[in-house]
T-cell receptor, first 115, second 115 residues
Framework: EPEVTQTPSHQVTQMGQEVILRCVPI?????FYWYRQILGQKVEFLVS????????KSEIFDDQFSVERPDGSNFTLKIRSTKLEDSAMYFC?????????????FGAGSRLTVL | AQSVTQLGSHVSVSEGALVLLRCNYS??????LFWYVQYPNQGLQLLLK??????LVKGINGFEAEFKKSETSFHLTKPSAHMSDAAEYFC?????????????FGGGTRVLVKP
């Protein structure tokens, strides 16, 4: 069964450093998402991406965050200058289309620890 | 805007007993509703979904959920709990938008199964 693949599975970084989290969505999917889950809290929407542009973003997704799809297969989330509160599990997801039959498929997540 | 409330952040059941996880949603338009499961140190896996049609939907691992519009509920049940059902369960709502239609998650319910 097709999977969404995320790398790295775990990254530890110092506060203020830049981090790039990578995702390879399912190949024929058109819509891409990043979510995050702070330890013990709910899964929160960060951003959705379609047709090479952001279609929606949450208030969490401020100027420190950016996304891109540089080569038609990878979908990356960049945090420019990490803060302690960015420590979380980040999930990438993709979807073929927007109809109800097309559910989000999630990756296994990338755990980010900011020290 | 849509929202999801899951009643009870923790539920403890005995093996073989009924599992009932409560979910209420708020949406200004007819929603799509989902239950996801998260096993320890893993990503989010779709259990079942409601889009249109039959209001009782069956999912994987013996779980089912019933959409009740009058109660704005989508409770998840399993007649007989198994030790392998120990996990965190997330209810989520989505509405069709021009591009992206994000999922909005509830706070999650952690299920503990006692032998």
């Amino acid at each position: 069964e097709p999977e969404v693949t995320q790398t790295p599975s775990h990254q530890v970084t110092q506060m203020g450093q830049e981090v790039i989290l990578r995702c390879v969505p399912i190949s024929n999917h058109l819509y891409f998402y990043w979510y995050r889950q702070i330890l013990g809290q709910k899964v929160e929407f960060l951003v959705s991406f379609y047709n090479n542009e952001i279609s929606e973003k949450s208030e969490i997704f401020d100027d420190q965050f950016s996304v891109e799809r540089p080569d038609g297969s990878n979908f990356t989330l960049k945090i420019r200058s990490t803060k302690l509160e960015d420590s979380a599990m980040y999930f990438c997801a993709s979807r073929r289309g927007v109809t109800g039959a097309n559910v989000l498929t999630f990756g296994a997540g990338s755990r980010l620890t900011v020290l | 805007a849509q929202s999801v409330t899951q009643l009870g952040s923790h539920v403890s059941v005995s093996e073989g007993a009924l599992v009932l996880l409560r979910c209420n949603y708020s949406s200004s338009v007819p929603p799509y509703l989902f239950w996801y499961v998260q096993y320890p140190n893993q990503g989010l896996q779709l259990l079942l979904k409601y889009t249109t049609g039959a209001t009782l939907v069956k999912g994987i691992n013996g779980f089912e959920a019933e959409f009740k519009k009058s109660e704005t509920s989508f409770h998840l049940t399993k007649p007989s709990a198994h030790m392998s059902d120990a996990a965190e369960y997330f209810c989520a709502v989505s509405v069709i938008k021009a591009a992206g239609n994000k999922l909005t998650f509830g706070g999650g319910t952690r299920v503990l199964v006692k032998p």
